[in-house]
């Protein structure tokens, strides 16, 4: 895999993946685009949200939304890296078993989330969820 960054002006970038997307990152503290540390936190919801619908899907349960909300904490000093992480999902479905969310939410942290695996040597990373009806 591979990619490249450019830089475009001021403090603003363009990144381009191997598979020609372009993501704008703005190092000004995300004032015209997600700063670099917000796109870790994005990309880590991403990965994990991609897992948790997938496994939901093929427990056959009846998910109509899901959507995570990702808060982070960064240490005080130079580099600012994450502390901690907390990702917050919220399935929206008929009859959704909060056994098989738990389990989707787990499998994601533990196993296949390949965003979550590189951070966790780095950050506390916790998780939890809600079941909304619909």
Not at 20 to 32: K, Q, R, Y
Not at 50 to 61: E, F, G, P, T, Y
Not at 65 to 83: K, N
Request: proline share 2%; charged share 20%.
């Amino acid at each position: 895999m591979e990619a490249q960054v450019k830089w475009l002006g001021e403090e603003l970038f363009m990144g381009t993946s191997e598979s020609g997307h372009t993501m704008v990152l703005d190092a000004n503290g995300g004032n015209l685009a997600p700063s670099p540390m917000e796109a870790v936190l994005i990309s880590l919801g991403g990965c994990s949200s991609v897992d948790v619908v997938s496994i939901l899907q093929k427990a056959r349960q009846s998910i109509i939304g899901c959507h995570v909300d990702i808060s982070g904490t960064r240490v005080d000093s130079v580099p600012a890296l994450f502390e901690k992480i907390h990702l917050h999902f919220v399935i929206t479905g008929a009859d959704v078993a909060a056994k098989h969310v738990e389990r989707a939410v787990n499998l994601s942290a533990d196993k296949y989330c390949s965003v979550a695996l590189m951070l966790n040597a780095k950050v506390d990373i916790t998780h939890d969820f809600e079941i909304v009806a619909s």
